[in-house]
């Protein structure tokens, strides 16, 4: 699986926008780009995936660029319940691997 | 709704004892997965398992062992605990995929287990 690079941390005010970058330029043609997240003493929690092209859900929006190298994960209006930590995850889509996940981005949402 | 639940939130074990973390999933999921989390270090896969009474080593397996009698259980052993297994335990489920459809990957709430 490609390797992802993300910041340790970053800090978004309540009700703005959070973007939350990742990069991954080592991707290959058959990898998906998936997003989790882990609020304070749960498990992780998957929020969104995508391929190549640009992904909304109820829960965030996914921007990937057109080389696939890098990616966004966008929370258009975050609350103090979003501040978790947020691992940004490369692999082929078998759900016999288990994922790989990083240090991952800790969001602090503030009031 | 109740997805993948383990059998304990905390634990505090001592040092030589057996320990089993039972963990339970509802969606006739095929693979499950046992990681343990410590800080600094990220989420660690210790063992997988993708059929009953199939399994596969993680990155971390030494000191554990697992258990897939049902298709719905899967048991982490550490058959004699020390005290670097303190850890944060977390389990996990996931469908088979096939075709273009991806299938979410559920964790349970994790064990914190303490060994002394």
């Known amino acids: 699986d490609a390797k992802t690079t993300q910041p340790t941390s970053m800090d978004c005010a309540e009700g703005r926008a959070a973007n939350l970058p990742c990069n991954h330029s080592?991707?290959?043609?058959?990898?998906?780009v998936y997003w989790y997240r882990q609020i304070h003493s749960q498990g992780p929690q998957y929020i969104i995936h995508g391929l190549k092209n640009n992904e909304t859900n109820e829960m965030a929006s996914l921007i990937i660029t057109e080389d696939r190298k890098s990616s966004t994960l966008i929370l258009p209006h975050a609350t103090l319940r979003d501040t978790a930590v947020y691992y940004c995850?490369?692999?082929?889509?078998?759900?016999?691997?288990?994922?790989?996940f990083g240090s991952g981005t800790r969001l602090q949402v503030q009031p | 709704d109740v997805k993948v639940t383990q059998s304990s939130r905390y634990l505090v074990k001592r040092t030589g004892e057996k320990v089993f973390l039972e963990c339970v999933q509802d969606m006739d999921h095929e693979n499950m997965f046992w990681y343990r989390q410590d800080p600094g270090l990220g989420l660690r896969l210790i063992y997988f398992s993708y059929d009953v009474k199939m399994k596969e080593k993680g990155d971390i397996p030494e000191g554990y062992s697992v258990s897939r009698e049902k298709k719905e259980r899967f048991s982490l052993i550490l058959e004699s605990a020390s005290t670097n297994q303190t850890s944060m335990y977390l389990c996990?489920?996931?469908?088979?995929?096939?075709?273009?459809?991806?299938?979410?990957?559920?964790f349970g709430p994790g064990t914190r287990l303490t060994v002394l």
């Open positions: 080592t991707i290959s043609g058959n990898e998906y």
């Open positions: 996990a489920s996931r469908s088979h995929t096939s075709g273009s459809s991806y299938n979410e990957q559920f």
């Open positions: 995850i490369v692999s082929r889509d078998t759900g016999r691997r288990a994922l790989t």
